[in-house]
């Protein structure tokens, strides 16, 4: 099993995959406190450096970077200097933007963490969560089709972070464009239009998200419990594999007749942030390379569990999936 799953990984340098989705930008501000405010009882930040970081969609697009795949992203930035910043990073990093809108509706997605002495004070976001209106979404969906037929993916994956860009309108002709071409769909969900994805390939919540999707109880424990919300799950959405990940749990993904469920491996657990990003990459590359559904949710899980071992959100490697396969 280890050498078909790094056939598997041997492969991603081929394959296209392009992220629709929410994109943001992660802004780290980096200090030190050395005494509170005389105007209120609050820490005073010397700042000592700014960094800017993709987030969000973004970030499963450069796991999928990092991966060595080629990688095209379609969303909507602001017409703002975050949204520039968007554009650099991702041509910093290699990524193909023909599919990414600006508009002057709706700033930039920013999330600013303010951080000193190892300890994170506060986050400032900055965001609109409305959906698109009706020449973002048209101006979306035609760079989207646009995208699809130069860029040629051999999947798409629809990256939720409930920002507004995933409209059920979008999610519909997304996923509807890509069956009539046969190319897989893969879905990171949020609670807002979770059984909206109809027909799509794989479907990956978490277990909170599925307790919330389908508003019911699920036994991370148990097996049964699992498989028979995987089972609701996908006859809900006619999906052809649902997959959710349990966090200490491991990950379990069930293909409508059968049930395979992955136990977590024993790590030191530093920090679980983007951990669900490196997931849906994985999967969705494990897919489009021919993988199992026990092989998808093997290296999705050693993939989630390595991004756990890193502080902050870092993109994993072939060279580090090789290493814990």
């Known amino acids: ?93 290699g990524i193909d933007t023909q599919a990414l809108i600006e508009s002057d509706d709706r700033p930039t997605t920013v999330k600013t963490r303010v951080i000193a002495a190892g300890h994170h004070l506060v986050r400032i976001d900055e965001e609109v969560t409305f959906a698109l209106n009706d020449n973002e979404e048209n101006l979306l969906l035609k760079a989207f089709n646009e995208a699809v037929h130069s860029f040629k993916p051999n999947v798409i994956v629809l990256e939720d972070y409930n920002k507004g860009v995933l409209t059920p309108q979008v999610i519909e002709q997304v996923i509807h464009l890509a069956q009539s071409l046969n190319i897989p769909t893969t879905v990171d969900p949020k609670k807002d239009h979770f059984l909206s994805y109809t027909h799509c390939t794989l479907f990956k919540p978490n277990l909170k998200e599925l307790k919330e999707g389908l508003k019911i109880y699920v036994n991370p424990k148990d097996t049964m419990s699992v498989r028979d919300a995987l089972n609701t799950l996908s006859q809900s959405l006619q999906a052809k594999m649902s997959m959710v990940t349990l966090s200490e749990y491991g990950i379990a993904i069930w293909d409508g007749s059968d049930l395979f469920q992955e136990t977590a491996h024993v790590r030191k657990i530093v920090d679980v942030s983007g951990a669900g990003d490196s997931v849906i990459a994985v999967a969705s590359l494990a897919l489009s390379a021919g993988a199992s559904k026990d092989e998808i949710a093997q290296l999705s899980n050693l993939a989630g569990g390595l991004v756990c071992e890193k502080v902050g959100v870092v993109p994993i490697t072939r060279e580090m999936l090789y290493k814990e396969i």
């Open 1 to 93: 099993m280890n050498n078909r799953l790094k056939t598997i990984v041997d492969a991603f340098p081929d394959q296209r995959i392009l992220v629709i989705g929410d994109v943001m930008i992660d802004a780290y501000c980096w200090g030190k406190v050395d005494r509170i405010s005389p105007e209120a009882p609050v820490p005073v930040v010397a700042v000592n450096q700014w960094d800017y970081r993709l987030g969000g969609a973004a970030n499963v697009a450069l796991n999928a970077m990092a991966l060595e795949a080629k990688v095209a992203i379609c969303s909507v930035v602001g017409n703002d200097n975050n949204g520039k910043r968007c554009l650099d990073l991702f041509a910093e990093n």
